[in-house]
């Protein structure tokens, strides 16, 4: 069956940074689109990042644009984000996700077939 497991999560201070890593298992990754969410307690949601099957093509949330990058290595079936500058907002469970091409850059939850368990991403001030 599929799945999708995130590392790197932890404790970090205001400023500082971190490396999700997403490794796929179970699906052909080449060819789907990756994204990263996240949810704070008592929040919907929310869109992160999104990159296309052969890493040509990248979004981001307006709230992280600049400060992260997101990446992919499909030889090792992982898809990466360096989260840099990072602040208390950014406190949140961070999930890694998987869709078709079809839904390509979609900023929808709903339009993303497969899921992560989520990494917990907090920022200290």
């Known amino acids: 069956q599929v799945q999708l497991v995130e590392s790197g999560g932890g404790l970090v201070q205001a400023g500082g940074s971190l490396r999700l890593s997403c490794a796929a298992s179970?699906?052909?990754?080449?060819?789907?689109?990756m994204g990263w969410f996240r949810q704070a307690p008592g929040k919907e949601r929310d869109f992160v990042s999104g990159?296309?099957?052969?890493?040509?093509?990248?979004y981001y949330a307006d709230s992280v644009k600049g400060r992260f990058t997101i990446s992919r290595d499909n030889a090792k079936n992982t898809v990466y984000l360096q989260m840099n500058s990072l602040r208390p907002e950014d406190t949140a469970v961070y999930y890694c996700?998987?869709?078709?091409?079809?839904?390509?850059?979609?900023?929808?939850?709903?339009?993303?077939?497969?899921w992560g368990q989520g990494t917990q991403v907090t920022v200290s001030s």
């Open positions: 996700s998987a869709t078709s091409r079809a839904y390509g850059g979609s900023r929808y939850p709903k339009d993303y077939a497969y």
């Open positions: 179970g699906l052909s990754f080449s060819s789907y689109d």
């Open positions: 990159i296309n099957w052969s890493g040509g093509s990248t």
